[in-house]
């Protein structure tokens, strides 16, 4: 049987992180937790780039755009969406995971959501390193092994022909 796993070293390749400027007082403590944990696993901050969007909305698009210039191993996209009293909340997180995934279905690029959804502004400043760990720093280890998972399985990333 065989069998494929990621693991945590650092791969070759440079790393994006698109980072929602909504919410700032989370996501800046969300990138500052993902860039730590790219660098505890020996990844460089010169193979990082940040590239930083009005809201989580706007997140996917950029996603999109950064993965086919075929100049990223890996992007994590981070963002806080809390709920409100309207159904905002719910457009808002439903479209960001989705356009998130369609990003990295579409280019084959791991395309990590680390969009803090949360009931409260206390969860998603817990959620973004005031107690227990840091969602962004989750999302960068979470890159790393889908990088190293899809070199293992072969071909490491690979972009649709349109795209090369």
Known sequence: MTRFEGDFSPPAG???????????????ALLAGCTDGF??????????DVAW????????????RLAETGNYVGIICLGCV???????????AGQAASGVMQAGLNTGV?????????????????????????KGGEAAMAAIEMVNLLNQIGGGVTFPTRFV
Do not use: M, W
Request: proline share 5%; no cysteine.
């Open 14 to 28: 440079r790393f994006a992180i698109v980072v929602a400027r909504f919410n700032e007082t989370v996501t800046r």
């Open 39 to 48: 660098v505890r696993h020996g990844v460089p901050e010169d193979r990082i």
């Open 53 to 64: 969007v009005p809201g989580s909305f706007e997140i996917p698009i950029v996603a999109r």
């Open 82 to 92: 809390i709920r409100g009293e309207t159904g905002h909340y719910d457009h808002v």
């Open 110 to 134: 791991p395309v990590i959501f680390g969009v803090l959804t949360t009931e409260t502004v206390e969860q998603a400043l817990n959620r973004s390193g005031l107690k227990g760990g840091n």
